[in-house]
Nanobody
């Protein structure tokens, strides 16, 4: 069984920060490239950031450049997404996903969703005053 669980979402004011966590069970996260995605109401899901098994980072969304940071802690078998300087348009459900190992342990670019075969349930981030 392969499972990812996101946590850390919540309500935050514009300009605030949140740290999202992606925890793995049933497999060793270090072997996978992990991507963060988000879906805002009325919009299609988009890739945000991805980190390879070796820690190389790929940015998918220009709108979050310099505001969001992805990292991984192999000892804790987790990947994190640090959200800073949040804007109302960042409001979305945020998902983490593991890329199928057959495709490789690097980050696909563009973020081809069908290459990610394990998805968490998502965590809601709401940015509002």
């Amino acid at each position: 069984q392969l499972q990812l669980v996101e946590s850390g979402g919540g309500l935050v004011q514009p300009g605030g920060s949140l740290t999202l966590s992606c925890a793995a069970s049933g497999f060793t996260l270090v072997d996978y490239a992990i991507g963060w995605f988000r879906q805002s109401p009325g919009k299609e899901r988009e890739g945000v950031l991805c980190i390879s098994s070796r820690g190389s980072i790929t940015n998918y969304a220009e709108s979050v450049k310099s505001r969001f940071t992805i990292s991984r802690d192999n000892a804790k078998n987790a990947v994190y997404l640090q959200l800073n300087s949040l804007k109302p348009e960042d409001t979305a459900v945020y998902y983490c996903a593991a890329r199928t190992r057959w495709y490789g342990s690097t980050c696909p670019n563009p973020p081809i969703e069908h290459e990610y075969d394990n998805w968490g349930q998502g965590t809601q981030v709401t940015v509002s005053s």
